[in-house]
């Protein structure tokens, strides 16, 4: 089942996400519901926040079409343990900020542990995208947006923009 996702600002979004505790089939239903979310909107990630549910869940599938088949990945509980020292910069956006994208800084390669959707601890590397992906996700359940990474200015006047969209969102 496709969900709505929350526009900034919301108040959602700006919290620090639980622990999911135990896995439970009402998750699962949560991530594949999250999965169907993310490839309708489209997008390349989700977070749980994203769509009002403040638990440490994210989804992301960074492979293009065009380059082979799709590779998507739950992580309940992600956490970066460690991180290169080599940065990367990608103009990165937000499904909660839609059409607006600025250039982010961050470390090239990130090391990820995570739970499954079998309950299995996983640990992997990821590099281009997927790293800029996975990071931009796991900020997201720690109530960080990418335009916090931004100059006051410029995050104001997206922000500004979004209270415009909402308005005329609510209006139709
Ligand atoms: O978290 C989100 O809001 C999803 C976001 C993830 C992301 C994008 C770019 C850099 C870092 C993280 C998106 O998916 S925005 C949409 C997008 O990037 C995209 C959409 C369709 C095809 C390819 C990319
Ligand atoms: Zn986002």
Redesign the pocket.
């Known amino acids: 089942m496709k969900r709505p996702i929350l526009i900034h600002p919301d108040p959602r979004l700006k919290k620090h996400c639980d622990p999911v505790a135990d896995l439970s089939d009402d998750l699962r239903k949560l991530a594949d519901d999250m999965l169907e979310t993310?490839y309708d909107?489209?997008?390349?990630?989700?977070?749980a926040p994203?769509i009002g549910i403040l638990q440490r869940l994210i989804v992301l599938d960074c492979v293009k079409e065009e380059d082979g088949p799709a590779r998507p990945l739950v992580m309940f509980n992600p956490k970066v343990v460690a991180s290169s020292d080599e940065i990367n910069v990608?103009e990165?956006?937000?499904?909660?900020i839609p059409d607006q994208y600025a250039e982010v800084t961050r470390p090239k390669m990130v090391q990820v542990q995570w739970i499954d959707q079998s309950g299995n601890e996983q640990s992997e590397e990821f590099d281009g995208?997927w790293a800029?992906?996975v990071q931009?996700?796991i900020d997201?359940l720690d109530g960080k947006l990418?335009i916090d990474y931004l100059k006051p200015l410029k995050r104001q006047m997206i922000t500004r923009k979004m209270q415009k969209l909402k308005r005329e969102r609510a209006r139709t």
């Open positions: 993310m909107a489209p997008g390349i990630g989700l977070a994203q990608y990165e956006g937000c499904l909660s995208l800029t992906c931009h996700e997201h990418f």
